[in-house]
């Protein structure tokens, strides 16, 4: 059973960084990619970046190109999200995602809240 556990939330003021980790335990799978998702308050859940456990290749989504970088460390089928430049609109909480390559199935960490503020 996978089992994902976020940390490295937290409060930050403007132009601030935050690091997030996602340790994911259970994988027994070597085609996976591992994803941050992000939700603020009264908004839909979206896609912040996300990266291809065996090849490494990433993908972000626009509001966050050149400021977050995705990494991962395959031998502790862990991914990190470093956050630089943090702005109000990062505020969200932030959740940790692996999506299984052929069969699609996909499996969720608990979330971990970043609150930008000053």
């Known amino acids: 059973q996978v089992q994902l556990v976020e940390s490295g939330g937290g409060l930050v003021q403007p132009g601030g960084s935050l690091r997030l980790s996602c340790a994911a335990s259970g994988v027994t799978f070597s085609s996976y990619s591992m994803r941050w998702y992000r939700q603020a308050p009264g908004k839909e859940r979206e896609l912040v970046a996300g990266i291809k456990m065996l090849i490494g290749t990433t993908n972000y989504a626009d509001s966050v190109k050149g400021r977050f970088t995705i990494s991962r460390d395959n031998a502790k089928n862990t991914v990190f999200l470093q956050m630089n430049s943090l702005t109000p609109e990062d505020t969200a909480v932030y959740y940790c995602?692996?999506?299984?390559?052929?069969?699609?199935?996909?499996?969720w960490g608990q979330g971990t809240q970043v609150t930008v503020s000053s």
């Open positions: 995602n692996v999506l299984r390559t052929m069969s699609r199935q996909e499996y």
